[in-house]
């Protein structure tokens, strides 16, 4: 069974700083990987996501990530943080090829400071 | 399309007391999950839908819950009995077979059982 690890429990910045949330990742096959947003009171949205091909993914609002096999990895970046990325980011994996169930890390409360 | 549907929004209710959380998908997705979420857990998927069968039950935490969907619009998550343990935010979430791992989520019901 796949699982999930963010370490970062919750992460404080300033505005402009960079930013860099881990994810590592436990299963032995190939992997679909996911970052999710929750902005407080709201649903969580994709962010990200990575099936194949270029390691370095590009999402919305200026995020990226990186797929390391070798590391078992897919953290998130921002060069420059808004106070408005506020939020709880939650990496996830779903093996592919006919199984649905996406199993998510416990998250990483992010806060920023204006 | 309003996205995903849940209700209610918040619900309390007492232990031992029968409670019944209603999610409305996207419509045309496939499939259809339901997690949990709190604090010592995290995000916990507990079970999901393709076209309206049951695929995967193994994250329902016991018999008092149960997932139902009687049609491709429609699915109920019951908790009967419930118990002070069951406190949660509850997430309905759709996806496409073609877009694999890109959930929708509704907003979710944060129940308290007292």
């Known amino acids: 069974a796949q699982s999930v690890s963010q370490h970062n429990h919750h992460v404080i910045l300033s505005e402009a700083a960079s930013l860099e949330l881990g994810c590592n990742y436990s299963?032995?096959?190939?992997?679909?990987l996911f970052w999710y947003v929750q902005y407080p009171g709201q649903h969580l949205q994709l962010l990200l996501k990575?099936?194949?091909?270029?390691?370095l993914v590009k999402g919305i609002k200026g995020f990226e990530a990186e797929f390391i096999k070798s590391k078992f990895s897919f953290n998130l970046r921002k060069p420059s943080v808004q106070w408005s990325d506020t939020a709880e980011y939650f990496c996830?994996?779903?093996?592919?090829?006919?199984?649905?169930?996406?199993?998510f890390g416990t998250g990483t409360r992010l806060t920023i400071i204006p | 399309d309003a996205g995903v549907i849940q209700s209610p929004r918040h619900e309390v209710t007492e232990m031992g007391q029968e409670v019944t959380l209603r999610c409305k998908p996207i419509s045309g997705h496939d499939y259809l999950f339901w997690y949990r979420q709190t604090m010592m857990r995290g995000l916990e998927l507990l079970i999901y839908?393709?076209?309206?069968?049951?695929?995967?039950d193994s994250g329902m935490p016991e018999d008092r819950f149960s997932a139902k969907m009687p049609n491709a619009s429609f699915s109920t998550l019951k908790i009967q009995p419930s118990e002070p343990r069951d406190s949660a935010v509850y997430f309905c979430a759709s996806s496409l077979e073609r877009d694999r791992g890109k959930a929708f989520f509704g907003q979710g019901t944060r129940l308290t059982v007292v």
């Open positions: 839908f393709n076209n309206n069968v049951p695929i995967d």
């Open positions: 996830a994996v779903n093996a592919p090829f006919g199984n649905e169930k996406l199993t």
């Open positions: 299963y032995g096959g190939t992997v679909n």
């Open positions: 990575y099936f194949s091909g270029d390691p």
